[in-house]
């Protein structure tokens, strides 16, 4: 099994809504990342994780909130968004830390209004 | 500081055209260059990739080549086909900047028939 699992694929929120994007991975992957992909841009890192802690935040605001409740999920936390925010959210997971050569999910497509 | 640039496009083809999407860098250190792919609506898949000096990353009839002299990781293909249409991202990784890969822009390809 080589995927990284999305879910939902879209989702569509207003700003007072809170929700949750899911990621899962069944590769014995122990770094987790979050990437924010707008149109036409290359994925922005947010957040990774590496045996289930917290390792780097790339100064993402606090209306993002990341949670590794085990090796294998990982999930977003989003309350309180802007439609700034709206984008494809992507996970992916890689060996270890430091390994670039990371599988990435198929992604969700967040739409604030 | 490190960074990536490659032709932004959009470059259009006819099928079996040969493609080179050209791809330089700048780094401070000894990086490990990246291909990815991303179909339309899909998230990124890793392409090929090349760790040292004159290797030879291949997948699916995509090549590219590292060379330190002149900074450079080109994607050629010899024959494009239309399932070739995607945007594809350069990308370098290094061990000091531990998890951060560093993403060119992004070249759209589009593959007529």
């Known amino acids: 099994d080589t995927e990284v699992t999305q879910t939902p694929k879209h989702l569509v929120m207003g700003m007072t809504n809170k929700k949750s994007l899911k990621c899962e991975q069944h590769?014995?992957?122990?770094?987790m990342y979050w990437y924010k992909q707008k149109a036409k841009k290359p994925p922005e890192l947010m957040f990774v994780?590496?045996?289930?802690?917290?390792?780097i935040n790339e100064s993402v605001p606090s209306r993002f909130s990341p949670e590794c409740p085990n090796s294998s999920l990982l999930n977003l936390h989003l309350h309180a968004l802007q439609p700034e925010d709206s984008a494809l959210y992507l996970c992916?997971?890689?060996?270890?830390?430091?390994?670039?050569?990371?599988?990435f999910g198929q992604g969700t497509r967040l739409t604030v209004v | 500081g490190n960074s990536v640039t490659q032709m932004e496009g959009p470059v259009t083809l006819s099928e079996e055209a040969f493609l080179t999407i050209n791809c330089t860098y700048t780094?401070?250190?000894?990086?490990?260059l990246f291909w990815y792919v991303q179909y339309p609506g899909e998230g990124l898949q890793l392409l090929l990739k090349?760790?040292?000096?004159?290797d030879k990353g291949s997948n699916k009839g995509f090549e590219a080549t590292y060379r330190k002299e002149t900074t450079s990781f080109h994607l050629e293909k010899g024959s494009v086909q239309v399932s070739d249409s995607a945007v594809y991202f350069c990308?370098?990784?290094?061990?000091?900047?531990?998890?951060?890969?560093?993403f060119g822009p992004g070249t759209s390809l589009s593959v007529i028939p």
């Open positions: 992916a997971s890689s060996q270890d830390r430091g390994f670039a050569w990371a599988f």
């Open positions: 590769m014995g992957h122990r770094a």
């Open positions: 994780y590496s045996y289930e802690k917290l390792s």
């Open positions: 780094a401070t250190g000894y990086p490990s």
């Open positions: 090349a760790t040292k000096a004159d």
């Open positions: 990308a370098l990784f290094l061990k000091t900047s531990y998890d951060k890969v560093i």
